[in-house]
């Protein structure tokens, strides 16, 4: 018996159904804006990024010397979470004007 071409594509679609798509990741940015001081960049990286003091301390420095720098990508989810938790922290810490933002990896 000889497979058709209906044949091939069914088992075409039988195989690729099977393999689970990864979900779009997302870059989460903080800007430098001169005016929010380190400790508070570091704060937020720690409470609301979960980064060690270690990993805060060197991306505060990276967005200190070069205008912005990554925080962490993740799932679209986790990356809105975060920064809704950060946005909180921003309030509290009376720093307004620290830019976060999310993006498309």
Request: aromatic share 4%; proline share 3%; charged share 30%.
């Amino acid at each position: 018996m000889s497979r058709t071409n209906t044949d091939s594509d069914v088992l075409e679609r039988v195989k690729t159904s099977h393999v689970s798509k990864r979900p779009d990741m997302y870059d989460v940015i903080m800007y430098n804006d001169d005016v929010t001081p380190m400790d508070a960049v570091v704060i937020i990286l720690m409470e609301a990024f979960q980064k060690d003091l270690m990993s805060a301390l060197a991306i505060m420095m990276s967005i200190h010397t070069s205008d912005k720098g990554l925080i962490g990508t993740y799932s679209m989810e986790e990356a809105y979470s975060k920064l809704e938790v950060a946005e909180k922290l921003k309030v509290e810490l009376e720093v307004p004007s620290l830019l976060i933002t999310v993006e498309k990896h």
